[in-house]
């Protein structure tokens, strides 16, 4: 059964770095689009970061333009968020999801995924 399990997530200072990790397992995620999608309470999940099935394109939303970087590993098994310059408005779960369906894009609409973490809590402090 394919399983998608973030970690990394934690209570920082504002302006301090985290690093998540979502780790692939159950079948081969080499030639997923991959993506990092948040929700702080009370509002709407939204699209933080994708990237497509080989790395070499990537997208993020404007509000982490510049602080995050998305990349993956070179087996693609595991999917890394690097956050830095963390902001207390960045607080919120984390989540992972694939795109199992074949193609050379990446992707920012939640419906695109179809396979999803349970999240991680990243909190930042002001």
């Known amino acids: 059964q394919a399983q998608l399990v973030e970690s990394g997530g934690g209570l920082v200072q504002a302006g301090d770095s985290l690093r998540l990790s979502c780790a692939a397992s159950?079948?081969?995620?080499?030639?997923?689009?991959m993506g990092w999608f948040r929700q702080a309470p009370g509002k709407e999940r939204d699209f933080v970061a994708a990237i497509n099935w080989s790395g070499s394109s990537t997208g993020y939303a404007d509000s982490v333009k510049g602080r995050f970087t998305i990349s993956r590993d070179s087996a693609s098994t595991t999917v890394y968020l690097q956050m830095n310059s963390l902001k207390p408005e960045d607080t919120a779960v984390y989540y992972c999801?694939?795109?199992?369906?074949?193609?050379?894009?990446?992707?920012?609409?939640?419906?695109?995924?179809?396979?999803w973490g349970q999240g991680t809590q990243v909190t930042v402090s002001s």
């Open positions: 999801a694939a795109n199992t369906r074949p193609g050379s894009s990446y992707y920012t609409r939640i419906p695109s995924y179809d396979l």
């Open positions: 159950g079948r081969t995620f080499r030639n997923y689009a």
